[in-house]
């Protein structure tokens, strides 16, 4: 009876410490972290986030991290390691941080520079495995992904949300139900859509959603228009959609660094910026 009673004080014990130096206060800090914390200029200005890791030593580890947190936080939890509740298990390690306000966490600026104020942009960085939704500028929501796997990579570059299907078959696999569908490559079947976040990329060049950023982007991105009589031209692209980069890797996964390296998985404005040159000038008809 001595066993079971030392283990759950063992995992208290390390569940107060998480609380106390990771999630409830910053060290060094004076009261707990808010989650209503002010815009920032740049990504992660505040030098007040920290990250602390929660090693999954047993199987009720999760459910314990879950009690403590509360199911919103929990969720922000797997969101940050870029996983679906399916995929955290027993021996993995969890990135916690300091503070759970949605936007501090994002790794992507607030806003963009005016020139890339569009009524509606989608950013994907393939690099840190996020997605970036913009409204004339202003960040709406960001949330996790699973882009192509190292044999199929989600290619950088310009897409556009073409036409979207609340639940569509794999023309690649008859068994792989995508459910919250848009189209990205009309002929090379790219599209974000919900499926399985396992914490690396793992699609076949798809930008893979957790369920409830699917069923957000599904009614938030802005779908084509063709020309009546002609469904082979375009008269209006949908939202853009650009691809940023590439996931390195050979150097795993960065959200992993978070707590050595608060800054490990920024997306700089310059980046973005640099991106947005190189390919929204080709579609012209993507201005505000």
């Known amino acids: 009876m001595r066993a079971p009673l030392l283990c759950r004080l063992v995992l208290s014990l390390a569940l107060y410490a998480v609380a106390a130096a990771g999630c409830g206060r910053s060290r060094g800090t004076g009261p707990a972290e808010t989650e209503t914390a002010g815009p920032r200029d740049s990504v992660h200005a505040d030098t007040l ?8 030593v047993n199987a009720d580890s999760l459910w314990a991290l879950e009690r403590r ?5 929990f969720a922000a939890v797997l969101k940050l390691n870029r996983i679906d509740l399916g995929h955290a298990r027993q021996g993995d390690t969890l990135v916690v941080p300091s503070t759970f306000d949605r936007a501090r966490l994002s790794p992507f600026p607030d806003t963009l520079d005016r020139e890339w104020a569009l009524r509606k942009l ?19 929501r960001w949330g996790p992904t699973s882009t192509g796997r190292q044999e199929k990579p989600t290619p950088p570059g310009l897409y556009h949300t073409n036409w979207r299907q609340r639940r569509r078959t794999s023309t690649f696999d008859e068994q792989w139900i995508l459910n919250w569908y848009v189209n990205l490559g009309n002929f090379d079947g790219i599209s974000l859509h919900q499926y399985e976040l396992p914490g690396r990329p793992a699609s076949h060049s798809c930008v893979r959603l957790l369920e409830d950023d699917a069923v957000w982007l599904y009614d938030w991105v802005e779908t084509w228009t063709l020309a009546p009589g002609d469904p082979s031209r375009v008269v209006r692209h949908g939202t853009p959609v650009v691809v940023l980069d590439e996931y390195a890797f050979e150097q795993g996964r960065p959200w992993k660094r978070l707590p050595d390296d608060p800054r490990a998985t920024d997306v700089p404005a310059d980046s973005i910026a640099g991106a947005l040159r190189r390919w ?5 008809d993507t201005a505000p």
């Open 49 to 56: 986030l920290r990250y602390e890791r929660f090693p999954l």
């Open 69 to 73: 947190l509360g199911r919103e936080r």
């Open 122 to 140: 989608l950013l994907v960085s393939a690099r840190v495995q996020a997605f970036a939704a913009y409204d004339s500028g202003r960040l709406a």
């Open 280 to 284: 929204l000038p080709t579609a012209p």
